[in-house]
């Protein structure tokens, strides 16, 4: 086929699905549309005054080869190897994730030994029908209510019992993210933490700015290939003919005339009827006057409800020129609804740095700035009727749903790039934990 093909987002899958196409040769017109005003999408970073701040712990790292080869030809020698550090918030101080033995110690002996009941007890043959289900038959009932039930609650902004359990495959997998790490199971989990030798994950990470240079060195590939990338311009719709895609309707009005379309923009901006709900991500990227040692890991998880943030990142422990000499930072990560945005977020705004001081994340009179960002559609929620909604769907001819937010799957950067590799030359994509 000739003609355009318009790729709707130019995150990580848009523009590896653009580069990919370009570098194989591809005759039609390839245009990308991106709603901010510059590419990277949910792999964007902010900077400022010698601070740079990603959304969160973005980094990369994969179990596949494909992907591990496309990473390395886009960045070239431009990468660091970092090990992983990363915490839990339990019982009032800071645990190693995943677990350790000596991460045990000082939590309550109720959970403990909970715990330890849950894990000899017989399992029952019970239904798995919602998250908390499939929390309650892998790690016992006894965790569930101890971390996983507040956080989930907090972070989606649902009840986990009106969740799919598929929100704990993709959760449970994305926190552990090394698949060598077994936590199937709390039987797994302890077993993992008597190891002799504990897994070693390493990532890689830009050795410039943040992980924005890599979909930005995608964008000039792109562009130098002969492709066009446009962008603080959104995509509002599709338009069709005979059950044909023939163009996207552009935000100011007109219609961008299209062959094929790849939709990696939220797909609830093609289906509204379809119910799909995303829930939003407000990040407080806070510049510190000096390093604060408390804070050795690269990200941490908070479970506790009374405390609005739910994973906080210190970009320092990814690359240390992220900040000036001798300073430091912190970016904390609230996930808001729609009905948050719509009660107003003066309240989160206020208590966030005291609640960081209360974990010994920050001191107040060493916060230097605090620099707000909504981002939006960061997540797909999962409800009891998602896959319904999805399987219900029926798509035009020539058009594709790509990444996160258009597939509506929690993934990871690695699986939107593998999917993007696989559209590219036109092969099927199956996404994990869907063969159930």
């Given at each position: ?11 990580v899958a ?8 370009l570098?194989?040769g591809?005759d039609?017109?390839i245009v ?14 902010f ?11 973005h980094?990369?790292h994969?179990?596949d080869?494909v992907?591990?080869t ?6 070239e020698k ?8 990363s915490s ?9 994730w ?5 991460s045990?110690?000082g ?5 403990l ?6 894990m ?11 998250f908390a289900?499939?929390?309650r ?10 971390f996983?039930?507040g ?5 989606a ?6 969740m ?13 993210i090394?698949k ?13 933490m008597?190891?002799?030798?504990p ?16 979909c ?53 901006t093609?289906f509204?009827?379809?119910?799909f ?5 407000l990040v407080?990227?806070?510049g510190?006057?000096k ?9 941490c998880?908070?479970?506790q409800?009374?405390?609005c ?13 992220t900040?000036p ?58 409800d009891?009727?998602y896959?319904?909604?999805l ?14 937010c258009?597939?509506?799957w929690y993934?990871n950067?690695?699986h939107?790039i ?6 590219s ?8 934990f869907?063969?159930?």
């Amino acid at each position: 086929m000739t003609g355009r093909t318009v790729i709707v987002g130019a995150g990580v899958a848009g523009l590896t699905l653009a580069e990919r196409l370009l570098s194989a040769g591809s005759d039609d017109e390839i245009v990308l549309v991106e709603r901010e005003e510059s590419p990277g999408g949910l792999a964007r970073t902010f900077s400022t005054g010698g601070f740079h701040f990603d959304i969160g712990p973005h980094r990369f790292h994969t179990a596949d080869p494909v992907v591990d080869t496309y990473l390395k030809h886009i960045l070239e020698k431009r990468y660091i190897t970092i090990p992983r550090k990363s915490s839990v918030f339990m019982a009032g101080r800071y645990r190693n994730w995943p677990l350790s033995i000596a991460s045990l110690v000082g939590l309550p002996a109720g959970v403990l030994m909970g715990s330890l009941v849950d894990m000899l007890k017989k399992k029952s043959r019970s239904e798995v029908n919602s998250f908390a289900d499939f929390i309650r038959s892998r790690y016992g009932d006894n965790l569930y209510r101890f971390f996983f039930r507040g956080y989930t609650k907090k972070f989606a902004g649902m009840d986990p019992e009106l969740m799919h359990p598929d929100w704990a495959e993709a959760g449970v997998n994305r926190a552990v993210i090394d698949k060598r790490v077994k936590a199937d199971s709390l039987f797994s989990l302890f077993i993992g933490m008597l190891a002799p030798k504990p897994v070693h994950t390493s990532f890689y990470y830009p050795s410039e700015g943040g992980i924005q240079s890599f979909c930005d060195i995608q964008s000039s590939m792109v562009q130098r290939a002969g492709g066009a990338l446009m962008t603080g311009i959104p995509a509002e719709g599709i338009v069709q003919d005979g059950g044909t895609v023939r163009g996207v309707t552009m935000g100011g009005g007109g219609v961008l005339e299209a062959d094929r379309v790849f939709w990696s923009a939220p797909v609830s901006t093609i289906f509204p009827e379809a119910g799909f709900s995303f829930i939003h991500t407000l990040v407080a990227n806070i510049g510190l006057k000096k390093e604060n040692p408390a804070n050795d890991y690269q990200w941490c998880y908070f479970g506790q409800e009374d405390l609005c943030f739910s994973r906080t990142t210190v970009p320092r422990h990814f690359r240390h020129d992220t900040v000036p000499k001798g300073a430091d930072s912190i970016c904390a990560e609230i996930t808001v609804t729609d009905e948050d945005l719509k009660n107003g977020i003066d309240g989160i705004q206020t208590a966030l740095i005291p609640q960081l001081e209360s974990v010994g994340a920050l001191r107040q009179s060493q916060v230097e700035f605090i620099d707000w960002k909504l981002v939006r559609e960061t997540y797909p929620i999962y409800d009891k009727n998602y896959r319904k909604k999805l399987s219900n769907l029926t798509l035009p001819k020539n058009l594709t749903l790509l990444g996160r937010c258009g597939s509506f799957w929690y993934n990871n950067m690695d699986h939107s790039i593998s999917q993007a590799l696989a559209f590219s030359k036109g092969e099927r994509f199956e996404r994990d934990f869907w063969s159930r």
